[in-house]
């Protein structure tokens, strides 16, 4: 990796350097990372994906990706908030997807909480307040944090509204891969002016 954390892929695009260790990654950061996501579906999509991913690499997660869209219904809240038990053996029975108790009861309270949301004006409208008005343009890797006051700020709300598995790391992982911030270095092809 360059000290400033944007290296030239094989096809001499400027990237942030992690992006370039995979395929998967090369991918991910072009089409996706940092780019605004709305609806309810992709939203959860996005939080339950980043909750699977506490304590393991992310692209063990992206990898794994079309299975957990399946097995959780597309993401689809309403369908995932009615998940029983025998959803839930279901669930820890699929090796396509991370067999973790913990993360798949959080995935389908988080969908209870979610539909619930609607009364309130919806998960979109939630995690998008918490965009900031204005994010530094990170020069290098080590300026992007792990946390933010907005992130805890967003965890906080989450929990509140009866989500789980949603701590401030959690939370600003989403919010860089829901485009609530955008943590493209200063140089990578990606970066907003």
């Not at 025998?86 to 309270?109: F, H, P, Q, Y």
């Not at 609607?118 to 409208?125: F, I, M, S």
């Not at 006051?149 to 709300?157: K, M």
Request: aromatic content about 8%; some cysteine; glycine content about 8%.
């Amino acid at each position: 990796m360059e000290d400033d954390g944007v290296a030239l892929g094989a096809d001499g695009v400027p990237r942030c350097a992690w992006a370039l260790s995979a395929p998967d990654y090369v991918a991910y950061h072009d089409d996706e990372w940092g780019r605004p996501v709305h609806g309810e579906a992709a939203l959860y999509e996005r939080l339950t994906l980043e909750a699977f991913q506490s304590g393991l690499s992310w692209l063990t997660i992206l990898r794994k990706r079309p299975a957990f869209r399946a097995a959780f219904a597309g993401f689809d809240p309403e369908v995932v908030a009615a998940f029983g038990p025998a959803d839930r053996e279901r669930l820890m029975a699929d090796a396509g997807i991370v067999r973790n108790a913990r993360k798949v009861d959080a995935a389908i309270a988080n969908a209870a909480a979610v539909v619930r949301l609607r009364d309130e004006g919806g998960l979109d409208a939630l995690l998008w307040s918490f965009a900031p008005v204005d994010h530094a343009r990170p020069q290098r890797w080590a300026d992007v944090p792990a946390t933010t006051p907005g992130s805890v700020a967003l965890a906080r709300a989450l929990k509140a509204h009866g989500l789980v598995f949603v701590g401030p790391t959690t939370a600003y992982a989403a919010m860089q891969a829901c485009g609530l911030v955008d943590d493209h270095l200063a140089g990578c092809h990606r970066a907003v002016a």
